[in-house]
């Protein structure tokens, strides 16, 4: 079975709606949505947090350990 496909637009669409909604943004959230694998949604995980603009705030921009 292979695993689906996901992409960094889908991660960073979740992502938004998350941080829209006033939840934390985690690999795991992400992966309970999306599924596929976790490494692929950690880097594009990474990958939306190095995108987002300064005034997010520190809150938002820092990975939480250990789901970042």
Known sequence: MAERVVTDEMIFAV???????GGKVTVRV?????????????????????????EAGPD????LFPDQ
């Open 30 to 54: 992400i992966w309970a949505e999306l599924g596929g694998s976790m490494t692929t949604i950690n880097r594009g995980v990474q990958r939306w947090r190095l995108n987002l603009p300064p």
């Open 60 to 63: 938002v921009r820092t990975p």
């Open 15 to 21: 992502a938004d709606r998350i941080t829209a909604e």
